[in-house]
């Protein structure tokens, strides 16, 4: 069962403890939560699993300033205060860049990278679709609209014909009950990120997985970050859109398991 927990100011939901193999940690985007991975927490078997709530999201600590070298050294933080020495990191979206930094930065922590929906860059290179990006997300707050309004017009525009009606209500739940002010600030951070020149230094395995109605990240941009990574994997799904895990959990559940057996094959080979 479930269950959470707080250590090193990040409020987390984690589910077998007791296990010893290398542990799962999973990474939720700008509109989810930890319960964004409700249909993985408790689905890999033999394994622990936690899923956080970034800084500023939960009951999570915010960071007075955020930027990937702060938030990727929350997460190292979280693992150290859980005793874990390494793990298999799983993001999706914003977690999925927060993963790759970490993976960049720590290499010796992390065994392998299940990226989903996620991108190594942020945008192109020019530096008026970021400030476009950022003030068509904000625009809606700025007029006077709360997290509950924002929730319930944008999940249902990044689900692909697949998803069901209760996991849209859980996606809508889940964005509605972010605190403003963080929502505001990961959005910032958002559009600073840029590590599409470092992921040839990663030599661990990856597992990238698109949606096939996916817009924010498209499957052509996920291929070809597949392509520039050492040992990488590269998946579609079907009828699904951005929020893939949640969407098509068992094809995705599926495909994550195999990359962590993989990866602890090739640890201890």
Same mark, same amino acid.
């Not at 956080?52 to 938030?71: C, E, K, Q, R």
């Not at 065994?111 to 929906?117: E, N």
């Given at each position: 069962?479930?269950?959470?927990?707080?250590?090193?100011?990040?409020?987390?939901?984690?589910? /077998? *403890?007791?296990?010893?193999? &290398?542990?799962?940690?999973?990474?939720?985007? @700008?509109? !989810?939560?930890?319960? #964004?991975? +409700?249909?993985?927490?408790?689905?890999?078997?033999?394994?622990?699993?936690?899923?956080?709530?970034?800084?500023?999201?939960?009951?999570?600590?915010?960071?007075?300033?955020?930027?990937?070298?702060?938030?990727?050294?929350?997460?190292?933080?979280?693992?150290?205060?859980?005793?874990?020495?390494?793990?298999?990191?799983?993001?999706?979206?914003?977690?999925?860049m927060i993963a790759?930094?970490?993976a960049i930065r720590?290499?010796?922590?992390?065994?392998?990278?299940?990226?989903?929906?996620?991108?190594?860059?942020?945008?192109?290179?020019?530096?008026?679709?970021k400030t476009a990006?950022?003030?068509?997300?904000?625009?809606?707050?700025?007029? /006077? *609209?709360?997290?509950?309004? &924002?929730?319930?017009?944008?999940?249902?525009? @990044?689900? !692909?014909?697949?998803? #069901?009606? +209760?996991?849209?209500?859980?996606?809508?739940?889940?964005?509605?009950?972010?605190?403003?002010?963080?929502?505001?600030?990961?959005?910032?951070?958002?559009?600073?990120?840029?590590?599409?020149?470092?992921?040839?230094?990663?030599?661990?395995?990856?597992?990238?997985?698109?949606?096939?109605?996916?817009?924010?990240?498209?499957?052509?941009?996920?291929?070809?970050?597949?392509?520039?990574?050492?040992?990488?994997?590269?998946?579609?799904?079907?009828?699904?859109?951005?929020?893939?895990?949640?969407?098509?959990?068992?094809?995705?559940?599926?495909?994550?398991?195999?990359?962590?057996?993989?990866?602890?094959?090739?640890?201890?080979?």
């Amino acid at each position: 069962m479930p269950k959470m927990g707080m250590a090193a100011g990040i409020s987390y939901c984690e589910t /077998g *403890a007791q296990y010893k193999s &290398v542990p799962v940690i999973c990474l939720h985007g @700008i509109g !989810g939560d930890h319960s #964004s991975f +409700a249909s993985q927490i408790d689905h890999f078997g033999a394994r622990r699993v936690i899923a956080w709530n970034m800084p500023g999201y939960g009951t999570s600590t915010p960071l007075a300033m955020m930027d990937f070298a702060a938030v990727s050294h929350s997460v190292i933080r979280l693992m150290d205060a859980l005793a874990v020495e390494q793990a298999h990191l799983v993001g999706h979206s914003i977690g999925g860049m927060i993963a790759l930094e970490t993976a960049i930065r720590a290499p010796s922590r992390v065994t392998s990278l299940g990226l989903i929906a996620t991108t190594s860059a942020f945008g192109g290179r020019d530096e008026s679709f970021k400030t476009a990006f950022l003030e068509a997300r904000l625009a809606p707050l700025d007029a /006077g *609209a709360d997290m509950a309004r &924002v929730a319930h017009d944008t999940i249902p525009t @990044i689900l !692909g014909p697949g998803a #069901s009606t +209760a996991m849209k209500m859980a996606a809508i739940t889940a964005m509605a009950g972010i605190d403003e002010a963080a929502y505001r600030q990961v959005l910032t951070c958002l559009v600073t990120f840029n590590r599409r020149d470092d992921l040839a230094q990663l030599a661990l395995p990856c597992c990238l997985i698109a949606g096939a109605h996916d817009t924010n990240s498209p499957a052509q941009t996920m291929e070809k970050m597949a392509q520039r990574l050492g040992d990488a994997t590269f998946h579609v799904v079907d009828q699904a859109g951005h929020l893939v895990n949640s969407e098509a959990p068992e094809i995705v559940n599926t495909m994550l398991a195999h990359l962590f057996e993989r990866a602890e094959r090739l640890n201890h080979g």
